[in-house]
């Protein structure tokens, strides 16, 4: 596999092999950064943290396949520390990053992404993971070292606080899925 390959030579100190890997990967994680901060600036700052400490650390990856999740995680770790500092929500009204649903009016997805914001950190991580970039209950399990049942939880509790801050509608009847 050539990621892999790209992986193992980058863990060497291999720093074009490491680019490459960071350009396969840049829009999903600028993408990611940009679901918890709502701020082009934030998120870039938490794009760009994000690939320090993989740089610097790389050398404790243990499993060149896990790479994606393993840059992820941090991501995720980074972009709540961010919000940590920060103690705000910010909103704006790009959606360009959502997946195109003629059905969903620009209200209904800024009441959407008011809401998620709402949520617990590891609500968040789970609807954004599992809704905005279609992984596996068994991939943010892994992803958020927790038990599958447990993601599995974190879910069905999100998906319930987001259908009574939105109405009673469920994600699924907004038609993001």
Known sequence: MVHKKHVKKAMKGNEE?????????KEKLYKTAYLYVRNKDDALNIVQETVTKA???????KKPELFNAWLMKILIYTAYDVLQKKKKVVLTEDFSYLKEKESIEIEEK?????AIT????????VIILFYFHDQSIKHISELMDKPEGTI??????????LKKLLGGMSLDEKKLV
């Open 110 to 114: 800024m009441d959407l992404m008011s």
């Open 17 to 25: 092999a490491f680019e490459i890997l960071i350009n396969e990967q």
């Open 152 to 161: 599995k939880t974190y879910l069905h509790r999100a998906k319930s606080e």
């Open 118 to 125: 709402t949520l617990n950190y590891n609500y968040r991580t």
């Open 55 to 61: 740089f610097v650390s790389l050398s404790q990856l």
